[in-house]
Nanobody
Framework: QVQLEESGGGLVQAGGSLRLACLAF????????MGWYRQAPGKQRELVAR???????DYADSVKGRFTISRDNARNMMYLQMNSLKPEDTAVYYC????????????WGQGTQVTVSS
């Protein structure tokens, strides 16, 4: 069982930066494929960025060049550095982890609000 806890959200002006963090409780973090998702009011949850257990990264087109995902397996942490923020980045951001063995296990954090003012 893995529990995920996000932190680092808040209110920032357009053009500003925020760094989100996700702490994983459990001993299988290094095996998890991790990702950040977001959900804006009235919209579906969407993938923002993901990082495999081997460190390969992937980004949504809307955040490429502005956001950077990273992980620290020694600290059971994942991060999302968000630069050049835009009002359309406003959403609740969720930490996600997926473990694939003989079954697929998926874990979610409770979410952290990011609000970008214009």
């Amino acid at each position: 069982q893995v529990q995920l806890e996000e932190s680092g959200g808040g209110l920032v002006q357009a053009g500003g930066s925020l760094r989100l963090a996700c702490l994983a409780f459990g001993d299988t973090f290094r095996l998890l494929a991790m990702g950040w998702y977001r959900q804006a009011p009235g919209k579906q949850r969407e993938l923002v960025a993901r990082v495999t257990s081997g460190g390969r990264t992937d980004y949504a087109d809307s955040v490429k060049g502005r956001f950077t995902i990273s992980r620290d397996n020694a600290r059971n942490m994942m991060y999302l550095q968000m630069n050049s923020l835009k009002p359309e980045d406003t959403a609740v951001y969720y930490c996600n982890g997926v473990l694939i063995t003989t079954q697929v296990y998926e874990y979610w954090g409770q979410g952290t609000q990011v609000t970008v003012s214009s």
